[in-house]
């Protein structure tokens, strides 16, 4: 007795699911990757041509009010100011668990090198590696 089967098996894939399933995910990309940005503050970077290719996980920010005298210093491109005092203290507890640890200064490039240079000693006191973020030219 020999028994068939009426219906048949379809091998078709259906591409619609699939089209609809890459543009969601074109979609979420678009959107998170313009979120993404590592310095809230704006700054006038100085221009460059070296770029680094390490990755700093901490940020610091100097900002210059053009009176000549007025630089305020920002964590991880925080809004509120921290006095200079307590940045060391600041770096040191963002950094504590990181195996390289390395930070990034951003500095607008109406500020006097004096200042990004007390920045570079706290991490030659620290031993931490330091990034001087630029503007690519």
């Known amino acids: 007795m020999a028994i068939k089967r009426h219906t048949k098996?379809?091998?078709?894939?259906?591409?619609?699911?699939?089209?609809?399933?890459?543009?969601l995910l074109l979609i979420f990309f678009l959107i998170t990757s313009?979120?993404?940005?590592?310095?809230?503050?704006?700054?006038?970077l100085p221009k460059s041509t070296g770029q680094v290719s390490a990755k700093a996980t901490v940020s610091?920010?100097?900002?210059?009010?053009h009176d000549g005298q007025t630089y305020t210093?920002?964590?991880?491109?925080?809004?509120?100011?921290?006095?200079?005092?307590?940045v060391?203290?600041?770096?040191?507890?963002?950094l504590q668990s990181e195996e390289d640890?390395?930070?990034?200064?951003?500095?607008?490039?109406?500020?006097?090198?004096?200042e990004v240079v007390q920045v570079m000693n706290i991490a030659k006191?620290?031993?931490y590696k330091v990034i001087l973020a630029t503007s690519p030219e």
């Open 9 to 23: 098996v379809l091998s078709d894939i259906g591409m619609s699911s699939m089209t609809d399933l890459v543009f």
């Open 73 to 86: 210093y920002h964590i991880n491109g925080n809004e509120t100011a921290i006095p200079f005092a307590q």
């Open 125 to 127: 006191r620290n031993h």
């Open 34 to 44: 313009t979120l993404v940005n590592p310095n809230a503050l704006k700054l006038l």
């Open 101 to 114: 640890p390395t930070f990034s200064i951003y500095s607008d490039e109406t500020v006097p090198v004096g």
């Open 88 to 94: 060391e203290d600041s770096l040191v507890e963002l």
């Open 60 to 65: 610091v920010s100097i900002k210059d009010w």
